[in-house]
């Protein structure tokens, strides 16, 4: 099945410096890679995804860049504000012939000190 | 208004009390999910439907089961709860896995 890896698990930034996420997947086949942010006693929430057929997307202050030859792909923060302190999980999934599966990484604490 | 609703959203119970966790989406999605989250671990997958009478097996499906009788609705039974089933539970709903879920509020179940 899928396995998807997650670094660093804690960052620390500094208010206006960027904050860069990795994660890595096993599955070829997966296509869909979504980015979600969970703050303090929150459900999870979208705020971006890339498909495989695209290498970088960017939305305002964060973006995401997608390497399928290595199996990789990062998220992006730029000019980083205190609200954007929360978890943050990577995800990879598939449609129909590769299997239905959502996997998630294991998340990253983001704490932006003012 | 799109929503996800769980409930009950706490629960403490003790070690082989049968119980059942709902969910109800209103937004004609055909895939949902249960997700268990505990620190370190992220969301892992425990139960997926892509739709009525259609389910299948997560990551870590062992101690559960679900069942999808109508679209809008996927519970999630624990029949015989353990203390390693005490954590944070969401659901989520989605029209397949490669669109974005739409999670409810989280159920917190400890079991004892």
């Known amino acids: 099945g899928e396995n998807v890896e997650q670094h660093p698990s804690t960052l620390s930034v500094q208010e206006g410096d960027s904050a860069v996420i990795k994660c890595t997947y096993s599955d070829s086949a997966s296509n869909y890679f979504p980015w979600y942010k969970q703050e303090l006693g929150k459900r999870p929430q979208l705020i971006i995804d890339?498909?495989?057929?695209?290498g970088e997307k960017k939305d305002q202050r964060i973006a995401v860049t997608l390497n399928k030859t290595a199996k990789h792909f990062s998220l992006h923060i730029t000019e980083t504000q205190p609200e954007d302190s929360a978890v943050y999980f990577c995800?990879?999934?598939?449609?129909?012939?590769?299997?239905?599966?959502?996997?998630f990484g294991g998340g990253t604490r983001v704490l932006v000190k003012p | 208004e799109a929503q996800v609703t769980q409930n009950p959203r706490y629960l403490i119970t003790v070690t082989g009390k049968k119980l059942t966790v709902t969910c109800s989406q209103n937004m004609n999605h055909e895939y949902m999910s249960w997700y268990r989250q505990d620190p370190g671990l992220g969301l892992r997958q425990i139960y997926y439907?892509?739709?009525?009478?259609?389910?299948d097996k997560g990551d870590v499906p062992e101690g559960y089961k679900v069942s999808r009788k109508e679209k809008r609705n996927f519970p999630l039974i624990l029949e015989s709860p353990s203390p390693n089933q005490t954590s944070l539970y969401f659901c989520?709903?989605?029209?397949?896995?490669?669109?974005?879920?739409?999670f409810g509020p989280g159920t917190r179940l400890t079991v004892t």
């Open positions: 439907s892509m739709n009525v009478e259609v389910t």
């Open positions: 995800a990879a999934a598939s449609f129909k012939a590769a299997g239905n599966k959502l996997t």
């Open positions: 890339i498909r495989s057929n695209v």
């Open positions: 989520a709903s989605s029209y397949t896995p490669t669109h974005e879920q739409y």
